[in-house]
């Protein structure tokens, strides 16, 4: 027996043995009233007197069986299992003694228990040699408190010998229970074991499968997006050259409200080619492809500001960028990354109300690679869940409002440039994302 499997193997004996000590209990109760028709036909002079050592018996093994039920009597099972089981014994011998001595047929009713405790109850090998033990000295007490004592010497020595016979018996038998006990319990604590790795396997695949298929559609809505927004590159394009074309006629030269008017129209118009080319950008992403380019990290941040510009209304954005951002790596997935942690930036600001919310891009070189932090002065996040951000469907948001996969596919992305997305906080105050990238051999 293994210490692994010794506690949860006497925790489930025990719980084996209260329910077979009180199944035991009532079989033992009917089996010695029951009796009374042996004292009938057998020894009719003692009918009273038996009935009465019955009555008590049955009493007494009644309220050892409704302590079965309560919280002591589960936690000393064995010794109250061991009381009742030697209670018909003690009564037997009682009976043996006021008969007839060696020569009484009750010391069948002691073998039979030797047997019926072997075969059936749920006792150890060590309890099964001490109550056949227990029954050899109750006979022998028996016969000798006899009035005839030891006078048929052979007698007293045969049924000893039976006794003996029966007790090695009923002990082999409570061994190879037990060990069969045991045995069947490390089977179902396998079985457990193996059916809850099964489980976890697939929890896992079951998650695995939801982040493939929301890849997939997300990779759908890209090419969707992509063929909308040439599209809707072509008109603005067409709406551009007619404004610059408007602007070089002479009447919006004589005209100053309509060239502004025309003016506004242009800026309307180029901020949405702006956002039109950084949605391609972002649409167009092919992960493996083109991951090791060169690009310009300011240009991905100010993208991704144009791309959340809408939830990113009235907040103060401070940007502190060295001269050279150049850095290696998907501009695409980069940008994904960013307009990320943009997104749950702006949710967090939403959240505390600041009468001044702020997101502040503070970065720098540092061993050949640039470090980029993203604090905003939102609501923080609570201690309990800072080491849970980052894992796959973990959220904090009401149900349908986010899968929770963001961070954790932003973390993969870093993690692919060789970097590292780490999170600090202070509850109530601010939450600090931050990443590495690398940057190009001179």
């Keep these: 027996m293994t210490s692994r499997s010794v506690s949860p193997?006497?925790?489930?004996?025990?719980?084996?043995?209260?329910?077979?000590?009180?199944?035991?209990?009532l079989t033992s109760i009917a089996l010695v009233l029951g009796g009374a028709g042996l004292d009938y036909t057998i020894y009719p002079a003692w009918i009273g007197v038996f009935f009465l050592y019955r009555s008590v018996v049955s009493i007494l093994t009644l309220v050892i069986f409704a302590a079965l039920f309560t919280s002591t009597g589960r936690k000393y099972v064995r010794p109250l299992t061991m009381l009742w089981l030697a209670l018909p014994q003690l009564m037997i011998g009682v009976m043996i003694a006021q008969t007839e001595g060696a020569d009484s047929i009750y010391f069948v009713g002691l073998n039979l228990a030797l047997y019926a405790v072997g075969i059936i109850l749920p006792i150890s090998f060590f309890e099964g040699v001490g109550f056949g033990l227990l029954t050899v000295v109750i006979y022998l007490v028996a016969t000798w408190w006899h009035p005839d004592g030891f006078r048929d010497v052979r007698a007293v020595a045969g049924h000893s010998l039976f006794l003996l016979f029966s007790a090695v018996a009923s002990a082999v038998c409570t061994w190879f229970n037990e060990r069969a006990r045991l045995r069947l319990f490390s089977l179902q604590h396998e079985v457990g074991e193996k059916n809850s790795a099964l489980k976890k396997v697939n929890r896992a695949l079951a998650e695995v499968k939801?982040?493939?298929?929301?890849?997939?559609?997300?990779?759908?809505?890209?090419?969707?997006?992509?063929?909308?927004?040439?599209?809707?590159?072509?008109?603005?394009?067409y709406s551009l050259m007619a404004i610059n074309m408007a602007l070089m006629d002479p009447a919006a030269g004589q005209s100053a409200d309509l060239k502004e008017r025309l003016t506004d129209a242009r800026e309307g118009m180029q901020r949405i080619q702006s956002i039109v080319s950084d949605?391609?950008?972002?649409?167009?992403q092919k992960p493996g492809v083109d991951s090791q380019r060169v690009f310009l990290l300011e240009k991905a941040i100010q993208s991704a500001l144009r791309l959340t510009s809408f939830e990113l209304k009235g907040v103060k954005i401070e940007l502190a960028l060295p001269q050279d951002t150049h850095v290696l790596g998907d501009e695409p997935a980069i940008i994904g990354v960013l307009i990320n942690l943009l997104s749950n930036a702006a949710q967090a600001l939403a959240t505390a109300g600041r009468e001044q919310p702020t997101i502040a891009f503070r970065a720098g070189h540092h061993d050949g690679r640039i470090c980029l932090r993203v604090r905003d002065n939102g609501s923080g996040i609570a201690p309990e869940n800072i080491g849970r951000v980052l894992e796959p469907f973990f959220t904090t948001r009401d149900v349908g409002a986010g899968l929770?996969?963001?961070?954790?596919?932003?973390?993969?992305?870093?993690?692919?440039?060789?970097?590292?997305?780490?999170?600090?906080?202070?509850?109530?105050?601010?939450?600090e994302f931050s990443f590495d990238l690398a940057v190009p051999p001179a």
């Design 9 to 25: 193997y006497h925790t489930e004996l025990t719980n084996f043995r209260v329910t077979y000590s009180k199944a035991g209990c």
């Design 210 to 237: 939801g982040q493939l298929i929301q890849r997939e559609k997300m990779a759908a809505l890209g090419t969707l997006s992509a063929g909308l927004l040439h599209e809707v590159n072509n008109p603005v394009n």
């Design 279 to 284: 949605l391609k950008t972002f649409a167009y």
């Design 404 to 431: 929770g996969l963001g961070l954790s596919v932003s973390y993969g992305i870093i993690l692919r440039h060789g970097g590292l997305l780490s999170v600090t906080s202070e509850f109530g105050a601010w939450t």
